[in-house]
C-alpha cells in the first residue's frame, strides 16, 4: 500500500491552540471530524485540556456543572489510597480496573480552517462545548456527516452515567441545534451514512458490552436520523491480528462502484491502534463483503509512535479527490496528521469474503 504522509505532519499540535481559559493548557488537539464546506476543508477537533497545577501531590479533575453552566476542578491528593493514579488519563477507584471515577483533561470541539488540506488557521472559541448533565466530563471524538445543507454532527458524551453518542447540526458552522443522545451508554465510535439506502438511514456504532461480548461494530437503521433500530452485528474481532483487541468505524462510509468503503480503527491488546478497510453491500450494508487483512496505515513515524497514548493512529474523517483519499488522522492521541492513499489501491487490497 503507498502512502503518503504530509511533509507538514503533524498539521496541528496542541502549541497551536490558545486554552480557552488563563489556567488550563492544552494537551491534546486530535481526532477531527472532517468536513469539506464552500472552499474550505474542516476540521473539527477534539482538543483536550487540562488545569494548570504547580503542586505536584495534588491531581486536578475538571468537571462540567450542568445546573451552573460553569467548569468546576476537583483537586485530589496524590498519595489518597482510595485512588489508582497509575493511567494519566484517568483517575480510578482503587481496584477498579474497567471504569473510572474522573478524567484528568476536559474535551470540547474546536474548528480548523484549510483551502489545501495542509495548512490550517484554529479558531479563538469553542464551537461545540458541553451543555448537559450527559456531558459533565466532556465530549470527545466527532465525525460529520452531510446529509443535503445539514451537516450532522456526533460525538462521544462523557458522565458519571456513561459514555454515549450525542449529536448537534448545522447548516453554517456558526449555529448549531443540539439533538440530544442519539446511542445510548456503554457505545461510541457511530458512522451516519451519507444518504439513504432503500428508503432507510444507517449508521455504524461499537457497544462496549460488560458481561458478554466484545467491542465490536454493529449497524442500526433509521428514517429520520434521530431514532435508531433494528441494530445488526455487523463486524467482529480477529484473534491474533491487527484488530484483534477492540474495533470501531473511522471515516464517514464512502460510496464506491464495488460497495461502501469503511475505514476503520482496529487495535490489539497491547493498544496498538491501526486503520483498516470494510466493504459493504451497495443496496445493503448489512452484508460484509471484503476486508483488510493488513493495515492501510499503521504507526510508524515518531509523531504517531511518541505522544500523551504512543502507537496511535485513529481517523475520524477523510475527503475524497477522484482516486485520492485524503485521510486525517490523530496521532498518539495527541495531534492531527493527514496522508493521501489510492481508493482504488485500498479496494484492490481488500480480501473477498467467500
Keep these: 500500500m503507498n502512502v503518503y504522509r504530509y511533509e507538514e505532519n503533524p498539521l496541528v499540535t496542541p502549541a497551536h491552540i490558545k486554552p480557552h481559559r488563563p489556567d488550563f493548557e492544552v494537551i491534546g488537539a486530535f481526532n477531527a471530524g472532517v468536513v469539506k ?173 460488560k458481561s458478554v461480548g466484545e467491542p465490536e461494530i454493529w449497524i442500526a437503521e433509521s428514517t429520520n436520523v434521530l431514532h435508531w433500530g433494528n441494530h445488526k452485528h455487523l463486524l467482529g474481532l480477529r484473534k491474533g491480528m491487527w484488530d484483534s483487541a477492540r474495533i470501531g468505524g473511522g471515516a464517514v462510509p464512502i460510496k464506491t462502484e464495488r460497495g461502501w468503503l469503511e475505514l476503520y480503527h482496529g487495535a490489539t491488546t497491547d493498544h496498538r491502534y491501526c486503520m483498516g478497510a470494510v466493504l459493504l453491500d451497495l443496496e445493503n450494508p448489512t452484508k460484509v463483503i471484503a476486508r483488510s487483512e493488513k493495515p492501510i496505515l499503521e504507526p510508524e513515524e515518531d509523531y504517531e509512535v511518541e505522544g500523551f497514548f504512543g502507537n ?31 481508493l482504488q489501491e485500498i479496494l484492490d487490497s481488500l480480501t473477498y469474503i467467500k
Excluded at 496511535?312 to 475527503?319: I, T
Excluded at 485524503?326 to 496521532?331: D, I, L, R, W
Design 312 to 342: 496511535v493512529v485513529f481517523s475520524c474523517g477523510a475527503v475524497i479527490e477522484g482516486d485520492i483519499v485524503k485521510m486525517f488522522y490523530g496521532v498518539a492521541d495527541t495531534s492531527m496528521a493527514c496522508a493521501e492513499l489510492s
Design 37 to 209: 464546506y464552500k472552499d474550505e476543508i474542516i476540521m473539527l477537533l477534539r482538543v483536550a485540556e487540562r488545569p494548570i497545577g504547580e503542586d505536584q501531590k495534588i491531581v486536578k479533575a475538571p468537571i462540567y456543572n450542568s445546573q451552573t453552566k460553569e467548569l468546576e476542578i476537583f483537586e485530589l491528593q496524590l498519595n489518597d489510597p482510595a485512588f489508582d493514579f497509575s493511567d494519566p488519563r484517568v483517575i480510578r477507584e482503587k481496584g477498579d480496573k474497567q471504569g473510572f471515577k474522573y478524567l484528568t483533561s476536559f474535551s470540547y470541539l474546536r474548528i480548523a480552517r484549510s483551502t489545501d488540506g495542509h495548512q490550517f488557521t484554529i479558531d479563538d472559541n469553542p464551537f461545540v462545548y458541553p451543555s448537559n448533565e450527559l456531558e459533565t466530563f466532556g465530549i470527545e471524538d466527532p465525525r460529520i456527516t452531510q446529509i443535503e445543507d445539514n451537516y450532522y454532527i456526533y460525538f462521544s458524551a462523557v458522565s458519571p452515567v456513561g459514555v454515549g453518542e450525542s449529536m448537534v447540526s448545522t447548516k453554517d458552522f456558526v449555529t448549531t441545534v443540539h439533538h440530544g443522545m442519539i446511542f445510548a451508554p456503554e457505545n461510541k465510535d457511530v458512522l451516519i451514512f451519507p444518504e439513504k439506502i432503500n428508503g432507510k438511514y444507517y449508521a455504524l456504532h461499537r457497544p462496549v458490552p
